[in-house]
């Protein structure tokens, strides 16, 4: 489980091919501070498990499923990724409850500079926009972030400079694909009322 508040970015040092299979290195610093083999980390919103590392990096191995279902096929050397730890039962819940599996893709379609902040607008597949309410939360790329607008078809978010600074999204460019993860509450209660709320008892 995560909160959606990214702690550092990390670069993409090595991606290696095996069979169906996508081997990832990942250069970074304070995720690996307390990393240790089979621990999980969210890296642009997907949850990933640490296969090896050193002092200076990690490395995930991403399946088929995760490549066809995520951004990871965009993918170069050197391309910045979110990078956040998993949470720990004493943390503050200061984003929202993240699983780090992602629900759909979005492509960004526009980006307004403001003075003082930054409006993101992303084209998202009807399947995920209705999860998605108007000041609902929602995790791109992995980022806890507030719903500023949602329709059919147009996903918008407000960015404060220290999001801009400290995540992937000022890299990001036109048409570029984003990770998706939709609030789980939404879900789970669309799934009660089609079953009836049975009960348990």
């Not at 990078?83 to 980006?111: F, K, T």
Request: hydrophobic fraction near 40%.
């Amino acid at each position: 489980m995560f909160t959606g508040l990214i702690e550092e970015l990390g670069t993409i040092s090595a991606l290696e091919k095996e069979g169906s299979n996508l081997n990832i290195q990942i250069s970074c610093s304070k995720v690996l501070s307390d990393i240790e083999l089979g621990a999980s980390i969210a890296i642009d919103g997907v949850c990933q498990t640490v296969t090896k590392f050193d002092d200076k990096s990690f490395w995930v191995t991403a399946i088929k499923e995760t490549l066809d279902l995520t951004n990871f096929h965009q993918l170069q050397i050197s391309s910045k990724v979110n990078l956040e730890r998993c949470l720990r039962p004493q943390d503050r819940l200061g984003g929202h409850i993240v699983q780090g599996h992602v629900d759909s893709m979005a492509s960004l379609e526009r980006v307004d500079t403001l003075d003082g902040s930054y409006e993101l607008y992303f084209k998202i597949e009807p399947k995920a926009s209705r999860y998605i309410i108007y000041k609902g939360s929602i995790a791109i790329n992995g980022i806890s972030l507030t719903v500023a607008g949602i329709d059919e078809t147009i996903l918008k978010v407000c960015i404060i400079p220290k999001t801009w600074e400290l995540t992937n999204l000022a890299q990001l460019k036109l048409g570029q694909k984003v990770n998706i993860e939709v609030d789980q509450v939404a879900k789970y209660i669309e799934k009660l009322v089609a079953t009836g709320l049975t009960s348990l008892a």
